[in-house]
Every structure is written in structure tokens, then in C-alpha cells.
């Protein structure tokens, strides 16, 4: 039935290689199939300016895709002089869905920036570039809190996020390309391991969905969450695991 | 309890004045309470590279606030020389949430670009643009049909938009800015008067909210937009008995 | 013999809608005929950098229009990212207009922000802007007063702006869009109550004109402004009365 | 009682070195005093979108500075990445004072650039440029005709333009830097040979000034144009005998 | 002596993971020791205007580095609006040194985009990116070749980069960035198989340099690159034996 | 055999015209034939942000073409926005040559700002304003000298640059553009006087050329270099012997 031949519910292989960048506090490349996401976490002395003297810190997004991450060649943004609108919204979006699980007054006056360079591209770059940001901002903490920067690391839940649609009158969960590019409704869900939503955005492709549908598309986003969950404490467990040897 | 001592599930007075602008092919300026936003429909005989030579037309949106708009003056973006993220994100939903009932293919290869203003804010400017382009697009479709240019008005269904959250732990119907600026969720609904979504944009502002709680909203926006669209259709209604006249 | 029908030295009707912004400080909706302008007066408390540390103030101003304010679409100054030639020429004149009636010592190191944003053309948005930010900034002004930041209204006189312009051989006041796509030279005086002249633009559209037919030009701008300045104060006057109950 | 030692009604000492660049079709370098400008005119075998298939031609202008040509240096404006407002107004102001003494019509569908570039500057520069730019303008004409691309040179008048001011209450003519930089009022006039007024600009840079005060400086600017129309025709032709030979 | 414990004249660790990228014409993942470049070439049938109707192609390159490429992250290009003068220096080199051994007239008008993108950076991320972007270009013109759009492959030679200098006043090839960030003299040479020189670039850091010096400089780069050319074959030949199979 | 007539080891015509300009600092109008560049030194008190608090000044560099400088008229960089990757690489050429022979400790927290604007083009720009740029910078060393600001001229060796390429197969010195257009190898040497190298960028415009070639260029580079310096000096002798009178 899917292109792919995965069954409805099922999420496609999912890789996170964390510390992937040397230079970076905090990384991880993820793998949503063909889609692959360089995730990096670099901490900054500097709050933006509505934060000074606030004692808060700050976390924020910028989100990138290299020219050929996608079938066919798309233009450098940096040679535009832009960053479209598309962009702006993926990265506004990572920001907000890292802020919403992160203690900021607990970091102090200091801002983690989050790069997320999507290398390859095959369907769900911002879900992925959520999941593993997640990674690269834990793993960032986990450096500060072994630096003594900050005693806990400041994070009160898991969050990660998976794209759900309807495809051939199916629900569908994690859509790949040629999914998404004929799907008559695609909805992203940014949910936590406890039970919250933090953000959902539901878009009709084609005509109007119902109400019973989009009750169908978040009941298999929390399935899928629930194994990314799973597979993001693995990650970090391995990592940690690796780290005192 | 809330700040205009409105009920939960109260709309704050709507107007829609059709017809505003003298010079635009559809034109209505929208009130949602101290929101005031001036929508427009223009013809434009080119469709976007994509389409030429495919027979369908397209609906497009631009969106602007003049600086003083707001409660301190804000930057003016053509002095800037960039539109903000912001700006961005809305003017792709209300394209969106108007193609989603335009029937593309009927209007041949034509353009219509609406341009919403919001000359002045007090929250909601996104549903109010969106409520009153619906209207704008209709007086322009109407034009074009009596000219002859088209047969039918292209439109499948009427499209509003609001806004709920949840303020103060209760989940509220149309913020105005007190609450939109205080409240622990965000959500906008675009909705069809069939009973369709459009598009579900939620977002948590402090802490996740439940699935629950986001039900709770999507029924208020229901009811919300119920009274929307009748609004709409008498508006329709009182422009098209005074241009018999 | 004028397409509207007005004698050669009639203005089109005018109207001041005083604090027609419930934010800005000062505020004016000024129609010439169907050319309709949005007035903003935005007190910031800090001045430009070349003013820092000279004990004086500043009163700028910025211009735009909205897309469908003419009869055909104009791009999106903020889309294309940058103002054009004609914007920044009105915004520096405006400025120039009206920091040349004020006291700029008197009000300290402070800025007055006036945005004038036409929402409608049909000719002169550049003379309505002018006469109707005039009001804008003594409303802003006439506020300052009232909290005691300054202790006299400092404006040394009235500013006003009309244009004349030579069309099919003979001189007329105040050009509608007609009259003024199609005139042989087209003249903006800015000019004062007491008689004085601040600003002169005199451009021929089609060959060179003569100096008794600018002196004509001249004469008529007189005849108009002095209406103008007469219906500033009585605007003016109404807007104190109302304010009193 | 000038700075310069110069009679009111005097110029500085007027300059033009006709065929100044090598490349241009038509070029001068005009020199008014310590103001030097070079100007050159560029044949252009495509006109502007909007005069395609009109038969019609176009003359257009660009004015720069070099960052040194001031008293102190100003920043460049290619690396700032946009032109001014003054350089955009003056850049118009010269296209227009051409066009006003050419036969469009009778060029066909070419264009003619003219490149205004102040290499120094001590006040003056835009009248020293439009005065320049008419000699550059009538050598690239000259050797349109003598390539017979044209039959006749298409300027029906000559333009020349001064700038004169209120200086410590006196009307002068030809205000160098120091004379500007603290004048009452400022006033460019573009005139013809044959007594026509092409455009006049007059700011009151202090406070408004009087109908009187205007009439002295547009007769100090008739006496100055007079020379200027003498010294551009005794250019002219010595280019053209200097050619022959 | 130097800091990675190297012989003076001994390179990193060179790999090239060619095909790295699923989507693109050709493609290779190039790391000279820390410092990794992916290279990807796109096809493209339209050629740049100046080449229309030539019968000729291009090949072109663009340039990119992943904000925390660095050891302190810098600040994203497409963000900033532009790309800085060091990043079009390097996207100039790269298209110069491909185009110096591609026969441009056996294409066709068709142009070939290479991007390199350094996703980790160590020091001489241009030279490692000319390198990996021939085995770039060329397995794009093998799948041309498969594709029967070309004859042959039309190359007329190897290409390669390394960078030498001095360091502590000893000459040194393929510098890091330990050594890069102190040389006393940093050159990048573009040599071929054949043992062509392409492009030389010789800068000093500190002061300038001797011609002994430089002498010795070139002779270490010949030594460099005689090794790369030996991988990049090696590289190809693996490539297209995996193909086979 | 060259299209100028010159041997293949001489020099255009060379002049320097000291003290162009009279507001800038230090200014020479440098001519390498029909190339003429107009170099200005201009001091700043204000030192890059990266040296503030390190007691060390800085040089830099900015160049430009005016549009018509060039046989066919270029787009004014102004007008674009933006400034082209050749004049960017050529701007950061000209700085780095000047501070390889500029003591940056002897002249404090101070900035020399050069300004190198081609008037008219005929090959060799950066090659002649490097050459000029170093008068102008010792003429703003000798005025802070002049006025105490520092003790001694802080420059270690005289700095010049001259281009030299193969043509028809031989190696000529500074070529001028219609060689420079065909060139099959153009290389640009900057030198010192005490016989270092400075920077040398080499580039095979058809194919790759051979060490020897190499060789014979660097040989004629030093040939003429020698005379430029020669030249250098008298002017600035000359310069100084008319500043006594």
C-alpha cells in the first residue's frame, strides 16, 4: 500500500549517531531513513538583547538544507541573500519545541544556539531535526553539568516529533517523499514523553479533513513517539555509557 | 474573569465593512474587537512560473501591519528591507487557508493576490485576515463572474479562522492581546462552514498541554466559527442587495 | 473642464479624523477626496545617534503605501525589500516639513515617529500626508503637555501641503489622479500659516513652463493652504472639545 | 562677506573637459569650483520594460560618490549594500532634466545612461552634474548622428542647473560647502537656454522664508544659467573643432 | 615539530567516500584528516546567459560551511544575508581549477553545479573540496556517459589542491588548522596529473617570503598532490568496479 | 608582436599624480597606461572591533570600478546592492598587501582606510592600485608624522604589484586588457623592494602552464617591480621637495 512497504503505523528505520561533530558541545546526526539531519549544539556567552539582566537563558534554531540534500538542486539560500519562508518556519518551530522542555532560568544568562543541517532530504526534515536536537541540546547540558556550569541538566521531559498523514484515504505514520508529496493531509506533531503536546500543525493538501481523521493521525503520532522516545534514552544511555570508558 | 469581561466561549464584535477599498477588485475591512485588518482581492491576468501552461490559477496572500499598528511602534519591514519570520508563516496560512476551498482549476490560469493590512492590533490579526480575505475573494469571484469571466463562484465551501486558548487555566474563545500575550496555550483553527479542517496550528507557550485540553479548544473554535460564518454570509448577503440597488 | 468637475481653484473635499489610532500618542486619518491617509505620531525616547548628548530632539518620518492603495496592484515594498526612490524622496520630505514649525530644543531628547501610510490614492498622498501628520504631531504634543513632559505645545506655526498643478493649459489646485497623470508640471508647496515657504517641488512633466506661470502655481497653493490651515484648527479645536467631556 | 571671497551673484570657476573617458559614447568632467564630476553617457541598445514597443526611447541616471570625495569619508555605498535616499533623489532629478530637452521619439527604442560619479565635492554637486551631464548627453548624440543613427541631435533646448541660497540673509549664487552647510535656505533650479523652468527645488533648512527672498534667488539663478548655457556652447564647440582635426 | 606529530612532508589521512549522496548526478564525501567536505555535482540543462547559443557548457561551484564546521560557531551565511568575500573567493577557485581540465565544447550547452559543503573543518577545507569535487565532476560525467549524453568523459586531466607553508620557519604540506592559524606563509596550489600548474595562490602571513622559499613550497605540493592523484584513481576505480557488480 | 607595440618586458606609461585629492589624508591618482585609479588614504580613530584593546591599528582596503570605467558600461554595484566576488577578492588583496609592509604596532588603535576607484579601465587594476595605495598610505604616514601623531613612517619596505602573462605563447609584462582578455595565463606578483614576495595568484585561463613558464613569469615580474619602485620613489621625493616650498 505505501510506497515503501511499510505497514501503517510503522515508523521507517531510525539511526542517531550522537557526538557526530568534534567541535560542537552538543551533536548528533539522525536518520529518518533517507532523511539525515546534522544536529549541532553550541553554547553562547550572549542572551539576545529582550533577555539582558533577565537572568534567564535562551535556546533557539537555525535550519539549513544543503543545495542537493533533495532530488533535484535547490538554491543556496546564502546566495539568494534569503532565508525563505519555509525556512523561517522549521527553525521557529525547533526553537519553540526545545524552549518548551528546557528550564530556562536554571542556565543562567546563556543561549544554545542549535544548527540543523539537513545533508540528505527524503520527507519529515523538521521532525527529524526535532528528534535530534533534542540529542544535541542533552548532550550539550550533560557537558555543562560535567563542566560545572549548571548542576542538573535543565530539561523536564523528552520531546521529539513525528509527521503523520492521510495518504490514499489511509492514516499514515512518518511520511518518506513520495508520501508527502501526494498526501491530502499532513499534520506535525511535537509531543513529550509524558503525555504533553507541545505543538501540532495539521494542513489540508487537498480539501478539508475531519475531525475523526485528525483524531486518527494523533493517536498514531503518539505511537510513534512513544518508540522514538525509547530510542532517544538509548542513544544517550550508549553515549553516556561510552564516554566513561 | 477575562480582561473584557467577555464569557469563554464569547466572540468579541465583528464587522466587516465589504467593499473598502474603491479601487480593488474585492476588498473588506475586518473588525474583530480592536483587530481592524483591510483585506483585498486583485486580479492578476499571470499565474506564478509553476503554473504556466497548466490551466489552473492560484490564490495568494501577502500580509503587512503598519508600524504604529500596535501598542509600542514596531519596525516597518520595507525599511528593514525583510519580511519577519512572523510575517511569513502568516501569509503562507492564509494562502493556504484559502486555496483549500478555491476550485483552482475553474478560474483558468489567473491569479488573485490578497493582501491583508493591519492597521490596527489587539490579537487575532491572523483570524481576521483570514475571515475577512474569505469575504474579499468572494466580492472578487462576484466581479469576475459578472463580467463574465468566470461561470460559477469557485468556491466549495466558506472558510474562518479563530483563535482559543487556554488563559488563566480556562480555555477561552478569540484572545484578544491581554490574553494572547498571558496565556499557556495558542491555538488557531481554520475551519470550513461544512464542518472540514483546514488547518490546526497549537502551540504551548509555558508548559505542554493535554489532549484533553486541545479538544476542549477545537470545540470552542467550532462554535466560534459557526457564528463567523453566518456573519459572513449576511455580510455577502447586504453587499450583494445594495449593489442591486 | 477638470474631470471632477471642480473650479480650477477648488480643493476636493477634505476631512481630519482626529485620534483615529486608539496606540499612537497622536493620530489623524486625512482624506483629500479618495486619497486617504493613516497619520501616526510614536514618542520614542531615544534620539538619533547624531543627536546623542545635544540636548535636542528630532521629529522624523517613514511613508508607505498599502499594495492596492492605486488603481492597479503595486508590489509589497517589504517583499521586494527595499523602499523606492519616490518613498524615501516623501519620507525625507515630510520630515523636513515638519521639524522646520518645531521647536526641536524644546522637547529634549526625545523623537516624535510620524508614519503616514496611505491606505487609498488618487493624487497628492504626499500633500494629504503632510497636512494631516501636522495634526498627528500637535496631538502627540498636546499629549506630552498633558503629562507634564514638555510645557508648551512647540510648534512655532502651522504646516500645510497642497499641489498645483498645469493641466490642459490652465492651473488648478490640488490634482486628483486624472488630472495629475496627465499634467503638463506638477508643484507641491509646503507652506505655513504665517506666510512663510518651506518647501518648493516644481517639476515639469511634459517641457519646461514659465515663471508667470509658477508664480499662477504659487498663488493658487496660498489660496488653498489657507483653507487647509482653517481646517486644521477647527479639527484641532473639535478634538480638544471632545477630549474636555 | 562670502567665505570665498566671491560676489554674490558670482560663480566659481567653471570647468568642462569634454571626452574626459575614453570608453563613453558621450562624457565630461565638469568641474564647479572644488566639485568634480565626471559624467558620461552610455548608449544602450534595450529601453526600461514599460517603453517595449513603444517606439519611444529613455534617458536615465545614476549619481555616486566616492567615499573620499567628502571631508570626511563617507561609507561606500556598494558595500552597504543600498543607495541613500539623497543619492536616489538626485539620481532622478538629473533623468528628469534631461528628458525634459530630449525627443524621446526621436532615438527609437534606445536608451541613454548617464553616470554622474563625484570624484570631489565642496557643494553643488547635483546642479554641477545636470550641468555636466548635458554636455556628455549632447556628445553621445553626436556621434549617434555622425554614425547615422539618428539625423539629428534630439535636444530641443539646453539645461544647465545652480543651486542658490540664503546666506547669512544674503541671496547667493553657487553655494560651495562651507556656504551650504550653514545656509537659511537652499533652492536648485534646472533651467533652459530659452527661459524655461525644468524643475525647482527650495528647502528652508532653518525657517520658512518669503515669497520676496524666492524671487531673488530665482533671478540670481537666470543670471548664473546665462553663463553656464555660454560656457556649455563654447565647449561644444571647441570639442567639435578639436574633432575635426 | 608539528603539532599532529606528521613528517614535514606528509599528508592526513585522506579518504573519499564517493556516491555519499543518493540524489545528486555525482558525489563524494572528501576528508583530509578533521576536515570534511561534501562535494556533490548537479546537472543542469540550462547554461549561464553569456554561454547561450555557444554550443558550450560551464561547470560552476558553490561553497558552503555548516555554521559549527568551526571550533567557535560562526554565523550562517543565508541568516546574514550574504556570503562573505572569503566564501565567493573560494567558490571562484573551485570552478576555475574544474574547468581548467574539462573539454567545456564536448558537453554541450549544459552546466554542471558543483556544491561543497564542509560539515567539519580543519584547516584547508579548499583544497580537500577541488579534490573531492573532480571525483565529483567526474562521476557525473560517467553517469552522462552511461546515459549516452556524452561520448567520453571530458576530462582532459587530473586535478587536485594541497596547501603548503611555513610553519615555524619550516616548510610544511597540507597544513591543519594548529599549523594554518600560525604559518608565516600560507600557500594553496592547483596542480594536474600531467604536471600542469592550474592556480597558485601564495599569501604572507606575517612577512613576506623568499623565492627559495617558495621554490620549496611548490616542490612539496608536487609531492602532495603526485599522492592524491594516486587515491583519486584508486577511489574511482573501486567506484566503478562496485557499479559493476 | 604585442598589441601595444611594447617589448615583451616593458611597461606602459606610468604616472603618479600625488596629492589628487584634497580631503583625504594621503591621495594619488596612479596611471599604468589607459588604466587610471584614484587611491585615497583616509584615517579613521576608530580600529575594527577584533583589535579594540589590542594597542595595534589596522589597513584595509575597498575598490571599485565606476560603471563606465570599462569598455562596455558595468551595473553600478551601488545600484545592485551588492558588490561582485572580484571586487571583493580584490579589495582584500590590496589590504593584505599593504599590511605586509605596515608596522600595525607603531601607529596605535588606528585605522588607515584605502579607497582604490577605477575611473578608467584598460587591464591591471588591482595591480595599479596597489601600486598607488602605497603612495597614499606614505602620504598619510608622513601627515601623522607631520602632525606628531607618530614618531617614524611605520612601513618596513616599499610594496608594488604588476601582472605578467603568457600571450601568443610568450611571457609579457603588465599586460594591458586586449592581452589580458586573451591571455592563455595571467599571473599578479606582489613584491618588495628588499625582494620579497608578498602574494602571488597565478592563473591558467586555457590550460595549465609549466614551472618553467612559472619561472619566466616571476623573472619579468621582478624586472619591473624594480622600476615601479623607482618610480615610487621619485614621486614621493618630489611630493616632499613641493610641500617645502
Redesign the interface.
Known amino acids: 500500500m505505501r510506497p515503501s512497504g511499510r505497514a501503517a503505523n510503522q515508523l521507517r528505520n531510525i539511526e542517531f549517531i550522537v557526538g557526530f561533530?568534534?567541535?560542537?558541545e552538543g551533536?548528533c546526526l539522525v536518520k529518518f531513513g533517507?532523511t539525515h539531519v546534522?544536529c549541532?549544539a553550541?553554547l553562547?556567552e550572549k542572551v539576545p538583547p529582550f533577555l539582558k539582566g533577565s537572568g534567564k537563558g535562551w535556546v533557539t534554531a537555525?535550519y539549513?538544507m544543503?543545495?542537493?540534500?533533495?532530488?533535484?538542486?535547490g538554491d543556496?539560500?546564502?546566495?539568494k541573500?534569503?532565508?525563505s519562508?519555509?525556512?523561517?518556519?522549521i527553525?521557529?518551530l525547533i526553537g519553540?519545541a526545545l524552549r518548551?522542555?528546557t528550564d530556562l532560568k536554571a542556565i543562567g544568562e546563556k543561549q544554545i544556539?542549535i544548527?540543523c543541517?539537513v545533508?540528505?532530504a527524503d520527507g519529515g526534515t523538521r521532525t527529524a531535526a526535532i528528534t535530534g536536537s533534542y540529542i544535541a541540546l542533552h548532550e550539550c547540558f550533560r557537558l555543562m553539568k560535567d563542566l560545572g556550569a549548571i548542576k542538573q541538566i535543565p530539561l523536564?521531559?523528552q520531546v521529539a516529533a513525528i509527521s503523520c498523514g492521510l495518504y490514499e484515504g489511509h492514516a499514515v505514520l512518518d511520511l518518506d517523499y513520495p508520501e508527502d508529496s501526494n498526501a491530502e493531509a499532513d499534520?506535525n506533531f511535537v509531543?513529550?514523553a509524558?503525555?504533553?503536546?507541545?505543538?501540532?500543525?495539521?494542513?489540508?493538501e487537498k480539501?478539508?479533513?475531519?475531525?475523526p481523521q485528525?483524531a486518527e493521525l494523533?493517536s498514531l503520532a503518539r505511537k510513534g513517539t512513544s518508540e522514538l522516545f525509547e530510542m532517544q534514552r538509548a542513544a544517550l544511555a550508549a553515549a553516556a555509557e561510552k564516554k566513561k570508558k
Open positions: 561533530n568534534r567541535h560542537a551533536s533517507d546534522i549541532t553550541s553562547d537555525e539549513g544543503l543545495p542537493r540534500a533533495t532530488h533535484t538542486r543556496r539560500e546564502a546566495a541573500g534569503k532565508q519562508g519555509r525556512t523561517q518556519e527553525q521557529r519553540r518548551a522542555v544556539k544548527d543541517d545533508i540528505q523536564s521531559d499534520a509531543l513529550t509524558k503525555g504533553g503536546m507541545v505543538e501540532v500543525q495539521a494542513t489540508a480539501e478539508a479533513f475531519t475531525d485528525f494523533l
